[in-house]
């Protein structure tokens, strides 16, 4: 029988940067057994459901995004054996389990494209990948001029068997990632079977990367703003990216898991990592045969002022919701700076801005219609690892441009769990371990024990948030309705009467409901709402509503 309850419209993900969470081994490399020893900790904090990024055989060139083999664990994580047992807990939780799939590119260490290399120009082994001549009279400039999202050319030259430079390939990220030619159908089918794969294996949906990617205009002409991509780090080059028929591959894969579902009743999700221009377009990605769900990354954009999160939570509600779809906002993942760092001014460094206005963003995500994302640390308050010096930075883009812009480290430092000193608890049992990347001796504030135990903590917060989304049946799915308020100040009603407000200013303000919240994101006494503040009320159906 099919359940009625589509779970995936308004379930809290937990995504779970496997490398950073927990360490069964010892190695400083989280793996798939940690993830399992974490379980509890993450039914205890309430979420639905957890997204484990990649843990596929991999060289780790962009730690996991460079897939060697979809349908294995790498060693560095465990094995399949291991993979069984933690869907298994999973299931016996109630926790959901969503895959990270990555079908834009694979690792150059991929067999397929291992064999491409070996085969001739023009053989079907590299018409699986965009295999092209290059242009001047010797073919030593690349096929045309787009540039790489992580810096560069996105087109490295190949050595011929001859020993001679040949061909080119095109990587939209590194040149260990080739992107796969999605005009062969061979391409299509193989990841059919990867999908059933891990539907066989009991996975509850995927997350899928660069879900706007996969096919590139078919002549693969030159752009009018070649480095449109590698400055802005967006999807933007419009022959690269978001070309039309990519939505009959997502329309193919719902009807895989339709299939599944259709067998069990369990609903399989597909959230897409849908980086594109404008909301409007972003809802094709959504429409009911598609997608699910995709990642709506403007909220995460946009900068802490009332009018541009009014803004982006209206054109969401409007065009998002309006597909029958739900909207799935986030504020934090891996390839992004923490929100207490992002939303902090330096002019304030140490005041305890940024995680203020963290914890009120948070509440202010919690409390609009549809899905959430958290990503592991979020409800640790964890900041940003700013610090981190240059001879540890694994992430790609800093060894491709040679800038600290934008690099992604320092969001990905493993967990603190416990103690005064690193690892804190990461590595289970072995205190001499080193993590993969350094963790700050001020991690042991962030520990999760020490948030645990103190219920002023960022991990209460979320806990008693997340609680309170499943008891109140005005939170979760629904409508939304604006109320009045004084500038700086964002106010709603959830349902039949759940207002939040949030307070994007640093000076209080009169609050839109009198009596005492139900929760608040810091200090919050009756008929106030202090600044860098968000709360929860019932309504007292004295508030006014926005015309
Ligand atoms: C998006 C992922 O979130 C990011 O970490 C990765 O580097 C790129 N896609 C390329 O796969």
Known sequence: MLSKYHWWRDAVIYQVYVRSFLDS?????????????????????????????????????????????????????????EFDLLVAAARRLGIKVLLDIVPNHCSSEHPWFEEA???????????????????GADGSEPPNNWHAMFGGPAWSRVTEADGQPGQWYLHMFTPEQPDWNWRNPEVGAEFDRVLRFWLDRGVDGFRIDVAAGLYKHPELPDSDDPEADARTRDSVNPLAWNQPEVHAVWRGWRSICEEYTARDGRERLLVGEVSVPTAREHALYVRSDELHQAFFFDLLSAPWEADAFRKVISEAMQDIAGT??????????????RTVTRYGEPATEGSGLGAARARAAALLMLALPGAAYIYQGEELGLPEVVDL????????????????????????????????????GFT??????????????????????????????????????LQLREALPQLGEGTLRWLESPPGVLAFVRGDGLVCAVNFGT?????????????????????????????????????????
């Open 25 to 81: 081994t010892g190695d400083g490399i989280g793996d798939l057994a940690g993830v399992r020893a974490g379980l509890p900790y993450l039914k205890k904090l309430g979420v639905d459901g957890i997204w484990l990024s990649p843990f596929y055989p991999s060289p780790q060139h962009d730690h996991g995004y460079d897939v060697a083999d979809y349908c294995d664990v790498d060693p560095l994580f465990g094995d399949l054996a």
């Open 117 to 135: 290399l070996a085969a001739e120009p023009g053989s079907a082994a590299r018409a699986r990948f965009h295999f092209a001549d290059g242009r």
């Open 324 to 337: 029958g779809s739900t909207v799935t906002w986030v504020l934090n993942n891996h390839d992004q700076v």
């Open 389 to 424: 010096p240059d001879d540890v930075l694994t992430d790609p883009i800093f060894r491709r441009t040679g800038s600290r812009a934008r690099i992604r480290d320092g969001c990905r430092v493993p967990l603190p769990w416990s103690g005064q000193a690193s690892p804190f």
């Open 428 to 465: 289970s049992g072995v205190e001499s371990a080193k993590p993969w990347l350094p963790q700050p001796d001020y991690f042991a504030e962030y520990a999760t024990d020490r948030a645990l135990a103190d219920t002023r903590s960022f991990w209460h917060l979320y806990r008693d948030g």
């Open 507 to 547: 000076a209080p303000t009169s609050a839109p409901v009198s009596g005492t919240p139900l929760l608040s994101s810091g200090p919050c006494p009756a008929g106030v709402l202090p600044g860098s503040t968000a709360a929860w009320w019932m309504s007292d159906g004295t508030e006014s509503v926005a015309p």
